[in-house]
Every structure is written in C-alpha cells, then in structure tokens.
C-alpha cells in the first residue's frame, strides 16, 4: 500500500490525461460548454435566427412586432413551465394544454353565466388545475403508471368534461369582468407595449428558476428525475416529490388559463388542445432532456420563443402557415440531435 | 429480547455498535433470511461474503431499513431499533452505499454530499425563502472529503458524470461516512471498478476504520474481502453459515463454508 502512495501524484496526472487531454480539440472544447450551460444552445439559436429574419424583412425587428411575438408566446410559454417541472422528473404531459382550457372555461363560466365574482371564479379555476394536477399525480405516484399513459387519458377525460360543462359554448370576452380579461391589456414601457399576460408569464419564470434553482426541492425535483431510485436511496421522498410537481404545474397551468383568456379575449372550449405538443416543442428545443433530471427552466423560455420567433417571421416573409409547421418539425429535430451530440460529454 | 438483554449478552466483550439478532425474512415461500445474527464493533470491518441467493443482500437490507425483517431485533449501542425506511437507519446513524451506486449524475459532487440533508441560509432568505446555502455546502464537502483523506476530488462543483468509476465510487463512500454517521456500510465497492480504482476503495475501507468508523463490507471477490476485512460473516442459504476471520482461515476455506464443502 505504501509503494502505492508513493506512487500516488504521477497516477493522478495520468488518470487527468485519460479522461480530459483527448477532449481538448476545438469541438469538444465547445461541446463541453455547451454541456455546462444548457441554455447556452437555444440562446445562440434564437440570437441567429432573430438577426437572419431581421435580414429578410425589415418590419420583424420592430418593436410592434417583438411585442407582438412576446404576446403570441405568452400561452405556450407558461405550459412550458408546467411541462418542464415535469419532463425534468422524467415524466411528460399530454394534458396541459387540456388543463388550461378546463380552467379556462370554469372561470369564464363562473363569471359570466353564474354570476361569480371574478376573484372568486379565477380561484375556483385555480383550484381545478390544482384539482387535475393531483388527479395526474395521484395517478402517477400511486397506480405507479407511466405519465405518458396517465396524461394521454387525462387529456381525454378534461377535454370531455369541458365540452360538457360549457356545451360547447364560446364565451366572449366583452361579456367578462374586466379582471379575466386584464392578462390581456396592455401598458406603454417606452416604445414598447407590454401585455400583462407576458409579465405575469416572466414573473412565474423568475419564480420557478429561483425554486429550481436554489431551494431543496428544486434539487430534489432533478434528482427524482435524474435516477428515482438513488434519490429514493439518499432519502428524498420521490412520490412526495412528484406529487408536488404535478401540482405546482397544475397551478402554472391555471395561470395560463387566465393568461389565455386575456390573450384570446374569449373562453373557447373547442381550441388550444394542440398546445400541449407546442409546449413539449418549446421545453425540448430549450434543451431539456426527455429522459429527465437535466435541462433549465430558461431554456424552456429560449425554445418558446424560438418556436414564437420562427412562425412570426416566417409568416412576415409571406410563407404559408404549413411553412412554419415544417419549420417547427425540423427545429425539434435539429434541437434533440444537438442535444444527443453535446450529452456525449460524458464518457 | 429487551435492551437489557441486549446488553448482559455481551457483558465481557466490547459493546457492539450494530447488533441483529435471528433476523428472519421471507418473500412469499422464498426464505431469504431464516435467522441471522451478526455484531459489528467499534473500529472494525466485517465483510459478508456468500454465493448468490444466500442473503447477503436481504440482510443488508434489513440492517439499513430498505427491508423490514419478519421477525428478529436489531440494536444500536444495545438500544433496540426499528426501521421502517432507509431513512430511519440514516437517522441512527447507519449509512449504506448501494451497490448501484445512488448518486444522481447530473448534480455536482457537493450537491450530492448534501441530497436529501439540504443546508438553507441562515435568516430570513433561508427560513423564508428556503434559499439553499449552496457556498456553504460546497465549503463543508470540501471539509469532509479532507476529513476523509480522500483526495482524488479536488473540485465538488463536477457533475459526478463527469468523474471516474472510483470517483464516483468515492463520492458515495464520502457521503455515507461523513456527517457524524456510526456504521457505513458498503455494497460491493469495487465490483464495477479497475484494479486502481479497486485498491483506492479499499485503501477507503481502512482510513475509514482508522478513524474508528466501523464498517459492513459485502462483496463477491476473496482478495478484496481477505484485504481488508478484520472478521468474515459468511452467509449461506439465508443463514450464518460461520464467523471467521483472515487470520483463522484460508480463502480456500472460506469458499468452502460459502459453498457447504464444509463447516467452520
């Protein structure tokens, strides 16, 4: 043993060659960055693609129409919060966008048909995405079935029971109070106009980073993710965890609901279904993986939109909306092979 | 049995720091463990060795709460103990490195150190706000890895996947013996590892009960096992086939208890 500790410096330096002299070539180097910082690629992405469509037609980068883009993001971009806290515990919903209409639709009910104060309604409709958070997690934690499954049925089951609660029936937003219409408005900040909705989406940003970010749960929630059993070994309680997590999305997802409203100034039960696909789009694109435990809420921010950006600009640019789908199709693509080549990174 | 008997049962020796006694488990009409007792002292590693099937697992598992015995007691310092979860054996001190390694790869040395025993700020940030004390964690790993004497982890900011095998390996080690823990137990360490990333682990294994850290070593390979261990638990078919040491017995007489060729 003794010859071996002596022995100790030159076999540490050897061990430093093996795992990190053969990655130092130019690529690597860069890969490994990217590797460190997650949202490092969507940044450069919507950076590029901000300054060639710029380019191509001089009205996208004014400031209308970056608002206007912000505003076009403000829906998807806070289900992709939801998606996110649960895609990093290795899970996927199928339902938020489902959710949001539910939630949707009971507070424009409640206000406008039963005569409910607005607080009041949005707080019932709060208290249905949490509602139908708990019932996906329950499902989740308990039944032990996978999240695809559970949401794939749950989506079912939420998109029925809007149809049925509101028969189908559009509410427009001239016949709310003000409150469930007030994502919608908007207020100078110098040249731009900035809609409440888009605030109200960027604080819940700032919320969830900072949660993720720097409290235990935060950790734990990439944890469970990461490998449910070591996280189930070192002590964390998994099912508690993810529990949380589909409640706190619930909860984004009522939000949404809301911002929705504001955005669309009506309850439309027959829409936004698709959106729980534009959601997943943005949280991959945002580089975080589908396997779980890795990946940044900023990034999720990043890939919404990038995914705002591409469709604005391709339609400034005149291109048929099927275009931009193409365009979205390649983009999710390109930002999963990309995110393959930079999880190379360990050996 | 009650502490008091517990205790008269070894009134001559050294008290024991960890103590099963007949521990039965079934699974169904499966026997994994059909009456196993086992001391751990102060100071010493006792390895448990046996083939495949004959318990060494479920025993450790009842020891460190991730399996709940049929029958049997266990006692800490002769104080019997119960534990339900792998968190109630934490709680007295029992700390286990599994043989699949349970640490997250994605977070950083440090952050796996603290998993599950999170550090907030202190103050309103931390009471309030739950803020992690992220600079503080990362500057009492440091400390304990020091402690330790383990020195192949320079930087706690690494995402484990970044490391080696005996790295990783080490990281685990670290958290299981640090943070005032009793017993640490160790599931084949070095079953996935090179021969010197192996003899570091081992090397471990012996700064650990230098420092007066008892140790549980399970594991399948007799040299490893004939290295460091001060006292050998041989398990067969769910029972304590023998209690010996490297010095009273040969590696070839060890297999041979494992195997039922003989008896002690």
Known sequence: ?347 | MTATEFQLADTAVRQPILQARNLVKTFGRVVGLDGVSLDLYPGEVLAVIGDNGAGKSTLIKCLTGAEVPDSGELAISGQPVHFKRPQDARVHGIETVYQNLAVSPALDVASNLFLGREERLPGPLGKLFRVLDTKGMRRKAKEELTRLGISTLQDVTVPVENLSGGQRQAVAVARAAAFGSKVVVLDEPTAALGVRESNQVLQLVRDLRDRGLPVILISHNMPHVFDVADRIHIQRLGKCAATITPQSHSMTDAVAIMTGATTA
């Open chain 1, 1 to 347: 043993m003794t010859q071996q500790q002596t022995a100790g410096p030159p076999t540490g330096q050897a061990d430093l060659a093996e795992e990190f002299l053969d990655r130092q070539t130019p690529l690597s180097r860069i890969r490994n960055i990217l590797h460190r910082y997650p949202a490092l690629s969507p940044a450069i992405v919507l950076l590029v693609s901000v300054i060639a469509f710029g380019l191509l037609n001089d009205r996208f980068l004014r400031v209308e129409n970056l608002s206007l883009i912000t505003q076009q993001v403000a829906v998807v971009g806070t289900l992709a919060i939801a998606q996110t806290l649960i895609i990093l515990t290795a899970g996927i919903d199928l339902s938020v966008g489902a959710v949001m209409i539910l939630s949707s639709m009971v507070m424009a009910q409640l206000a406008v048909n039963n005569g409910i104060p607005a607080p009041l309604a949005i707080l019932v409709g709060l208290l249905v995405g949490l509602g139908a958070g708990a019932l996906n997690g329950f499902l989740v934690t308990r039944f032990r079935l996978p999240p695809f499954i559970v949401t794939l049925g749950t989506l079912n089951i939420f998109i029925a029971l809007t149809l049925l609660y509101s028969n189908g029936a559009t509410i427009r937003g001239s016949a709310m109070p003000g409150m469930l219409t007030w994502t919608g408005s908007t207020f100078p900040l110098g040249p731009v106009r900035i809609s409440t909705g888009v605030v109200l989406m960027l604080l819940l940003y700032i919320a969830v980073a900072f949660i993720l970010g720097k409290t235990a749960w935060g950790r734990h929630v990439y944890a469970v993710g990461d490998d449910k059993e070591a996280a189930r070994l070192a002590g964390i309680a998994v099912n508690r965890v993810l529990m949380s997590v589909y409640l706190a999305a619930g909860a984004v997802l009522a939000v949404g609901a809301w911002i929705q409203i504001g955005r669309t100034n009506a309850a439309n039960p027959n829409t936004g279904v698709d959106l729980n696909l534009d959601s997943i789009t943005a949280v991959v694109i945002g580089g975080t993986s589908l396997f779980g435990g890795r990946g940044s809420i900023w990034g999720t921010l990043l890939g919404a939109l990038i995914v705002g950006v591409f469709r604005n600009g391709l339609s400034l640019a005149g291109l048929d909306v099927l275009y931009q789908t193409l365009a979205v199709g390649i983009l999710i693509i390109l930002a999963v092979s990309i995110d393959q080549w930079i999880r190379k990174v360990k050996s």
